[in-house]
């Protein structure tokens, strides 16, 4: 698979197979960044396609000056918090309910592996979504998609201390809901 410098200048050129494959390499990111935000599955794909229409009229944008992931997660997340503010601005006739959480598939070889997997899963995305706002976007940078403090810092405009200690505090945050949730977790 080529690396994703040579995806983008692909697409660049006009490449449809290129951003088929950018696509599918990111496609599970971005909709994770749209489900932390939007809280909701079927709102997160939509969400998640307006993203990958934006990422591909703004292509010629990305500079290539931080890594391409810093850059799509930042559009990302730029654009949920957008669509955030306008449902804010004007909210549902009606309250939805919320999903309980995303379906996690596991790959585990065994049905009693792929239910303890899963059931971490689920614990530790009922962690997340306990957790204050900053704390979860956070976590979701840093542990979950793996951006350096650097990058988190430039694309949320914070200063790297600030980072650090609310990485430092987002890790106990969670640590503190996890053993909360399941008190004999990890015992």
């Given at each position: 698979m080529?690396?994703v410098t040579t995806l983008?200048?692909?697409?660049?050129?006009?490449?449809g197979?290129?951003w088929?494959?950018?696509?599918?390499?990111?496609?599970?990111?971005?909709?994770?960044?749209?489900?932390?935000?939007?809280?909701?599955?079927?709102e997160?794909?939509?969400?998640?396609?307006?993203?990958f229409?934006?990422?591909?009229?703004r292509?010629d944008?990305y500079d290539?000056?931080?890594?391409?992931?810093?850059?799509?997660?930042?559009v990302?997340?730029n654009?949920?918090?957008?669509?955030l503010?306008r449902?804010?601005?004007?909210?549902?006739?009606?309250?939805?309910?919320?999903?309980?959480?995303?379906?996690?598939?596991?790959?585990?070889?065994?049905?009693?592996?792929?239910a303890?997997?899963?059931?971490r899963?689920?614990?530790l995305?009922?962690?997340?979504?306990g957790?204050?706002?900053?704390?979860?976007?956070?976590?979701?940078?840093?542990?979950?998609h793996?951006l350096?403090?650097?990058?988190?810092?430039?694309?949320?405009?914070?200063?790297?201390?600030?980072?650090?200690?609310?990485?430092?505090?987002?890790?106990?945050?969670l640590a503190?809901?996890?053993?909360?949730?399941?008190?004999?977790?990890?015992?």
């Amino acid at each position: 698979m080529p690396d994703v410098t040579t995806l983008v200048d692909r697409c660049r050129q006009g490449d449809g197979l290129a951003w088929e494959a950018l696509v599918r390499r990111f496609q599970s990111r971005v909709y994770a960044v749209s489900y932390h935000y939007m809280r909701n599955a079927d709102e997160a794909r939509d969400v998640a396609q307006d993203i990958f229409v934006r990422v591909y009229q703004r292509l010629d944008s990305y500079d290539g000056t931080s890594s391409f992931i810093a850059w799509l997660l930042r559009v990302s997340r730029n654009i949920c918090i957008d669509r955030l503010r306008r449902r804010s601005a004007r909210p549902p006739a009606s309250d939805l309910a919320l999903d309980d959480g995303i379906e996690l598939v596991a790959g585990g070889p065994s049905p009693e592996e792929e239910a303890g997997s899963s059931a971490r899963k689920a614990l530790l995305y009922r962690a997340l979504n306990g957790m204050s706002d900053k704390n979860r976007e956070i976590i979701l940078l840093k542990e979950i998609h793996g951006l350096k403090l650097e990058e988190i810092s430039e694309m949320l405009g914070l200063p790297i201390g600030t980072i650090k200690s609310r990485s430092s505090r987002a890790r106990i945050e969670l640590a503190t809901r996890v053993r909360s949730l399941a008190p004999s977790y990890g015992a």
